[in-house]
């Protein structure tokens, strides 16, 4: 029992030391003797494949499951959650650029991130309805991500593929 009290009054104490030290580490930008190095990334696939292989793929998955005729399982919920989230990792490639000879200009136009974001927006309200089993969401999350696609292809997407890769479906 003397030992609980001891614990509970040094509890505070540990608490205010813990809490230096992560303010010590934060400020001096190093985690123990390491330093905090930021590393350039850059994916080693170009947008164009991004498009063909993750993206395409994944809104067809959400657009099929929202379609009138659809009546999704729970297996057919499951998919469209990982194809939310497939969508929504996306994003990331898509700010950063890859290696498409196009990939660092169309990355640095605010209406390219604009329409990321859109693209975003879409997909994780498919990822809620998924996860609500909301198939009058999920539909009204397909409407809005075939938008953003649109919208972005109409402005960027040039006549024929810059890598020639192309959606096999
Ligand atoms: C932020 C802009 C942007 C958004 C959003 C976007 N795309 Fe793209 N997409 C592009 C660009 C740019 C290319 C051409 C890439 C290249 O050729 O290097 C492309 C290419 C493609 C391609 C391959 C080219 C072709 O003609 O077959 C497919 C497929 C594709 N996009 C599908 C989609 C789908 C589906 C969505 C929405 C779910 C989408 N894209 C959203 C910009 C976008």
């Given amino acids: 029992m003397q030992?609980?009290?001891?614990?509970?009054?040094m509890q505070p104490m540990l608490l205010g030391v813990l809490a230096g030290l992560l303010v010590a580490c934060t400020q001096s930008g190093t985690?123990?003797?390491?330093?905090?190095?930021?590393?350039?990334?850059?994916?080693?696939i170009s947008i164009n494949e991004i498009m063909v292989a993750q993206i395409d793929h994944a809104a067809y998955a959400i657009w099929?499951?929202?379609s009138p005729d659809a009546n999704p399982t729970a297996e057919a919920w499951q998919e469209v959650e990982q194809h939310a989230i497939q969508l929504i990792s996306s994003r990331a490639a898509l700010t950063m650029g890859g290696t498409g000879v196009n990939d660092a200009m169309w990355i640095a136009q605010r209406s390219w991130r604009e329409y990321v974001l859109d693209m975003n927006e879409a997909s994780v309200m498919a990822l809620t309805s998924a996860r609500n089993q909301d198939k009058?969401?999920?539909?009204r999350a397909g409407d809005l991500l075939v938008e953003s696609c649109l919208?972005?292809?109409?402005?960027f997407k040039p006549e024929i593929p810059t890598e020639g890769y192309l959606r096999g479906r």
Avoid at 31 to 44: K, L, M, S
Wanted: proline residues 9%.
């Fill in 136 to 139: 009058q969401m999920l539909t």
């Fill in 151 to 155: 919208a972005c292809h109409q402005q």
């Fill in 31 to 44: 985690v123990g003797e390491r330093p905090q190095a930021i590393v350039p990334f850059t994916p080693d």
């Fill in 3 to 9: 030992g609980q009290s001891y614990l509970r009054k």
């Fill in 64 to 66: 099929d499951a929202g």
